[in-house]
Structures are given as C-alpha cells and as structure tokens.
C-alpha cells in the first residue's frame, strides 16, 4: 500500500531563506507526483506536477525535483517570503489506483517570519 | 471564471441528521472527486466520478453517497450522521484526456462539517 510521508512536519524560517520540503513514498510506481499549497481555510492550490519520466519542475521560485528509484521528491523555495507561509502537501498517483486518485502526504507548514 | 463551487461553507448537524454537500464545475472536467480531511491528516479519498452516470467508491465511503446527473455537480449526501464524519469535505475536478492523469486537479474552498 503506498504511503506517502513529509518531512519536516513545520518549518519556521526567516524571511529571505532558501528552503528544501521533503516528501518520500513507498512504491515507486506512480503516474505522477503534485505538490499542493493550502493557506489556513481555504482548499489546496496546485503548484508543480512532475510526471513519472521527468526529473524536475520549476515555476518561479519554485523548483520541484523528483527521484522515482529512490522514492523521494523535494521542493525547493527560493529566497522565501512571508506570503509563502502555508501547508504544503505533496500526494502521488499510483498506477493500478482508483482512476486518478491522489495519495497525500500529511503536509509541512511552513511560517516564513518577516 | 468559478472553477470548483462548493456550498455550504460550514455546517452544524446532529447525530443522525441528514445533509447533502454541494459541489459544481464550470470548467466541463470528467473527473471529479471528493475527499476528506480530519485535523493533521493527508486527504482521504470517499468517492470519485469519470463521467456523468458513473461513480465509484474510494478508501472510505461507509456512510456517504454520491450521484453525478450532470457533468457539472457531483453531490454528496450523508444519511445518518455521525460524529467520526466531522471534518472538511473538500471537491476537485480535472479533465482527463486519453489515457493520462497528468493534469493538476483543481479544488474547491471545502466544506468545513460539525457532528454533535
């Protein structure tokens, strides 16, 4: 059964850091891995998908690496802001699962302190 | 410009009580989902949608149902409610073209469920 797991469960940094998410999942066999933003009430925002054949994903300060053989995905946030304070949560989607359904990781929150 | 609507934002019910939760897409998505989200939890899936007239279960359907008339709603009914269902309810959409998952869902705001 897949599990996804991320690491570290919060992070508190100051303002202007660059910073590493972790996320790591137990079968290798997937389609594709997501990273999500959640802000506090609100539903999850998609930032990067990597599918199964690529390495990594970058949009802006955002740069998402994955490693399939090793089981582990990496998202890394550049010169950090306090508007990136948020749960980050990644989630995977196996192949053989329900039609396209996402295996989540329980989440980092992040506070990025001005 | 919608993308995923779901209503209401928060409810109270009783043991016992019934409620439907709402979600509708404007963005003519085939799939759609609903999962659950308890405190300090990843997202569990309850049921999923790969067009209208067919739905299926997922890790934990005991106590809900869904139904999916339309391509655009995808409703989620409770029956008896019970305390263990008090959580965020959230939907999500994406459109599937041919054989592949490789499109981001999109997620509703969530509705946030209370079961005294």
């Known amino acids: 059964k897949q599990e996804v797991t991320q690491i570290p469960a919060a992070l508190s940094v100051p303002e202007g850091e660059n910073l590493v998410l972790n996320c790591s999942f137990t079968d290798s066999a997937i389609y594709n891995l997501q990273w999500f933003r959640q802000d506090p009430g609100k539903g999850l925002t998609s930032l990067l998908l990597?599918?199964?054949?690529?390495r990594e994903q970058t949009s802006g300060r955002l740069n998402a690496s994955l490693d399939k053989s090793s089981g582990r995905s990496t998202l890394y946030i550049a010169a950090s802001q306090p508007g990136d304070s948020a749960t980050y949560l990644c989630a995977v989607i196996n192949y053989g699962g329900s039609q396209g359904n996402l295996i989540f990781g329980k989440g980092t929150k992040l506070s990025v302190k001005p | 410009n919608a993308g995923v609507t779901q209503t209401p934002k928060f409810r109270i019910l009783k043991i016992g009580q019934s409620m439907t939760l709402q979600c509708t897409q404007d963005?003519?998505?085939?799939?759609m989902y609903w999962y659950r989200q308890d405190p300090g939890m990843g997202l569990k899936l309850i049921y999923y949608?790969?067009?209208?007239?067919?739905?299926d279960k997922g890790e934990v359907p005991n106590g809900y149902n869904v139904s999916r008339s339309t391509t655009e709603d995808f409703p989620l009914r409770l029956e008896l409610a019970a305390p263990s269902q008090t959580s965020v309810y959230f939907c999500?959409?994406?459109?599937?073209?041919?054989?592949?998952?490789?499109?981001?869902?999109?997620f509703g705001n969530g509705t946030r469920l209370t079961v005294t």
């Open positions: 963005m003519n998505h085939n799939y």
């Open positions: 990597i599918q199964s054949s690529q």
């Open positions: 999500a959409s994406t459109p599937r073209a041919g054989s592949s998952y490789n499109s981001p869902l999109h």
């Open positions: 949608s790969v067009g209208a007239g067919i739905t």
